[in-house]
């Protein structure tokens, strides 16, 4: 029999500042079937608060697992994705909660699920943006669209129950397991260490460049092999590249890069 995948959809909070917020997305995960809460670096748990607030799921709590970091939340996830209100100067693929909970509700079937939701003032950052897969997001109000994060967990986890219960999107099984979040942030480490040794990637100025990559790998969502591929790839380039005759050249430069201030990526 095959598992239920609710029990591989894993809710990411990302340093939540109000314990009651904690108690009110467990309620909110138990009442629609989901069990397993990360919490990334929160100010207070455990608390008496959150469990007044959970109002019976006292069981998802305890269960909760504690990490320091989005990757440690995210390490065995094949599929990520952040919830978010904004608009983000560079476009990632975005869905609405329904196609969302689907996608991920189908891919749970074959490997984790990750669901990120920021923090309650200021959301997720960019470099955690860079991490996900895709965006969902929830079509508030444009005269009030302050929504709690227990209210947005409550509408993915509703969606996600809905979509396993009434069939969601069929998704054929994947010859290869996708690369895991640990697998990739290993890879764009030595996409960009490789970048930067060959010349096209400039450590002072790196602009955009990283994250455009990112968004592209995410698109691609490619498996474990695919991965191993690429990074055997970066390697025989590196190896290439070491006697190449023309070393003493100046370094390749990426055809166009944008002129965005990277600085202000932490508030974009």
Not at 166 to 175: I, L, Q
Request: aromatic fraction near 4%; include cysteine.
């Amino acid at each position: 029999m095959n598992a239920n995948p609710l029990d591989r959809l894993r809710i990411v909070l990302v340093e939540p500042a109000h314990p009651g917020n904690i108690g009110a997305t467990a309620r909110a995960m138990k009442a629609m079937g989901l069990r397993c809460l990360r919490l990334v670096a929160p100010a207070r748990f455990p608390s008496a608060e959150a469990t007044a607030r959970a109002a019976g799921a006292d069981d998802v709590l305890h269960e909760a697992r504690i990490v320091g970091s989005v990757d440690d939340a995210i390490a065995d996830c094949g599929l990520v994705l952040g919830t978010t209100a904004r608009m983000r100067r560079i476009e990632w693929p975005v869905v609405d909660a329904r196609e969302g909970a689907s996608r991920a509700v189908a891919q749970a079937a074959e490997t984790p699920v990750g669901i990120l939701f920021g923090r309650e003032r200021s959301g997720l950052t960019n470099a955690e943006i860079d991490k996900c897969h895709a965006l969902i997001r929830i079509p508030v109000s444009s005269h009030f669209s302050s929504l709690n994060v227990s209210a947005a967990v409550q509408i993915v986890a509703y969606e996600s129950r809905l979509a396993t219960h009434g069939g969601g999107v069929a998704m054929a099984p994947r010859p290869q397991p996708p690369a895991t979040g640990d697998e990739l942030e290993k890879f764009y480490r030595h996409l960009e260490d490789t970048l930067v040794r060959i010349g096209y990637l400039d450590p002072a100025a790196p602009k955009l460049l990283m994250r455009r990559l990112r968004r592209l790998f995410s698109r691609a969502e490619p498996d474990r092999v695919e991965v191993n591929i690429l990074r055997g790839i970066l390697a025989a380039a590196v190896r290439a590249s070491v006697g190449a005759p023309n070393q003493g050249a100046a370094p390749a430069r990426p055809p166009h890069q944008p002129q965005d201030d990277p600085t202000k990526d932490a508030s974009g």
